[in-house]
């Protein structure tokens, strides 16, 4: 699949869904977007690595809403100023639910396309070669940073830096692993700046691509349907008498 169609169905179902925000709506495209993972095969990538960005934005929604909602009115429990509250629930569970969807379709983006077919693309469209890399870098730097992680786990195992199991044990785990990760990361980016240097990134002449990204007219009529679709789609929602337009 060309990754402008993977990138515009998934810009396309994440602003669907964050328009409608409706929780039911939400878990559908949800499903379907972690079924799209497993048919992909890159769930076991996916499925970690979401949860670890949605752990903290679900305790940090369900603190937020769920204790102290202002427009509670369905009062389940009462601890001091903390009011847990059925709409406060409802709320964060809609709100999560929405953050999922972005989370899980653009992980599965980042870790299904290839850096090479990204800068291709932005050289057949005349993309400046700045903003190519920045696009490829945002796309694959969950994987990235994946990947070094698991190595850098690795490496201390094997030098026996092992903390045990307990939450003050995996605190210290955390800091040992976040030092060298920051700063392998900080070292790489200097070193990669040095090679776009040395290959003239920042050159304004035309460039050519040996590479050809896989497209069809099939995909191509995809995307402006798509394309327009959303845009009517909008028009309708948030227009007088839409969707969106209700109280």
């Known amino acids: ?48 690595a979401a949860g670890m960005i949605l752990l903290p934005l679900a305790a940090s929604l369900l603190l937020t809403h769920g204790l102290f909602h202002p427009e509670g009115r369905t009062i389940l429990w009462v601890w001091g100023p903390a009011r847990l509250s059925a709409e406060g629930l409802a709320l964060a569970a809609t709100l999560i639910l929405r953050g999922a969807v972005l989370v899980v379709l653009f992980l599965g983006l980042s870790f299904s396309v290839r850096p090479a077919d990204i800068m291709a693309l932005c ?12 696009l490829c870098s945002t796309l694959t730097i969950a994987p990235a940073v994946g990947e070094r992680v698991r190595r850098i786990r ?25 030092v060298p ?5 900080m070292h790489e980016a200097g070193q990669r700046a ?44 948030f227009g007088p008498g839409g969707g969106g337009s209700a109280p």
């Open 154 to 178: 690795e490496a201390q195992q094997l030098r026996g830096v092992s903390k045990g199991t307990t939450l003050p044990a995996r605190l210290a785990s955390f800091r040992i692993l976040a």
């Open 123 to 134: 050289n057949s469209y005349r993309v400046p070669a700045q903003v190519g890399f920045v």
């Open 181 to 185: 990760l920051l700063l392998s990361l």
């Open 1 to 48: 699949m060309n990754p402008l169609t993977h990138l515009t169905a998934v810009v396309a179902a994440v602003v669907v869904t964050t328009a409608v925000g409706q929780w039911l709506f939400s878990l559908s495209v949800l499903l379907v977007a972690a079924a799209g993972t497993v048919v992909a095969g890159t769930w076991r990538r996916v499925l970690p």
């Open 194 to 237: 040095a090679a776009l240097e040395t290959r003239g990134f920042g050159g304004t002449g035309r460039r050519t691509s040996l590479m050809e990204v896989p497209d069809s007219r099939l995909q191509a009529a995809f995307r402006w349907v798509v394309g327009l679709g959303l845009l009517v789609f909008l028009v309708l929602w």
